[in-house]
């Protein structure tokens, strides 16, 4: 599957080849980290070793450990790092809404632009991979967290904090879910293909989102 070729705080989406030989000790970890992304989105946390990303960065295995205690702790830094680069994307994109529906618009769009953009980090902070450790999967349930959190406040009805919460997780998991079958469906010649532009997504979603969340008065 090819990946995007986007660069996230200093990560690099797809890396050919290795990289120079003398690096600093920072740019030294973001090629590992670099690497790493994509390895482990393609391959999965189980079937990549430490001397995988060794090979692919041109280095020896202490050197990995240099810098990260165990190919855990490096997959781990990479879930957080994803995590919040998607938390901040749609935060921001989010702060710039006068409406409550503006909000959900905004946050779907920043949701699936990010996703169109940095494929390989959207299969890594929710592939079946990061699952499969219980550590693993708290990073990732912490983002679903935050962002079901950010969408319940946009809930105004008369309603319970719970009910609310739990509606919140419901659009949370609509917009991954949908970003599973569009990231399908780019690489599959459907007639039913979902749209390229995540903007176009992001409306039909928000619409379906909005005029549900509208209909709801109270328990």
């Known amino acids: 599957m ?14 050919k080849g290795s ?10 970890r973001d090629q590992l980290l670099d690497i790493a992304l994509e390895l482990f989105s393609e391959y999965g946390y189980i079937q990549t070793s430490v001397g ?40 921001a994109a989010t702060s710039k809404a006068k409406t409550p529906r503006g909000q959900v ?18 299969y890594l902070l929710f592939g079946t991979g ?21 969408v319940a406040s946009l809930i105004e009805a008369g309603i319970s ?12 998991g609509l917009a991954e ?8 469906s780019r690489h599959i010649d459907y007639e039913d293909s979902l749209p390229a532009d995540p903007d176009v997504l992001a409306r039909w979603v928000g619409e379906i989102a909005w005029g549900g969340l509208r209909g709801i008065t109270k328990d």
């Open 2 to 15: 090819v990946r995007s070729t986007k660069k996230i705080d200093g990560l690099t989406e797809s890396v």
């Open 19 to 28: 990289a120079p030989s003398r690096l600093s000790g920072p740019e030294r």
């Open 52 to 91: 995988d990303i060794a090979k692919k960065a041109g280095v020896t295995k202490p050197i990995i450990y240099q810098h990260f205690d165990s190919k855990k702790a490096l997959y781990m830094e990479l879930l957080e790092r994803v995590g919040e680069q998607l938390l901040s994307e749609i935060n």
């Open 105 to 122: 618009e905004l946050g779907f769009s920043a949701y699936f632009q990010y996703v169109s953009q940095y494929e390989s980090s959207f």
């Open 130 to 150: 990061g699952k499969r450790d219980d550590e693993f999967s708290e990073v990732a349930r912490k983002v679903e967290e935050t962002m079901a959190r950010a």
């Open 161 to 172: 904090s719970q009910h609310r919460l739990m509606l919140a997780y419901g659009i949370v």
């Open 177 to 184: 879910s949908t970003s599973r079958k569009w990231l399908t």
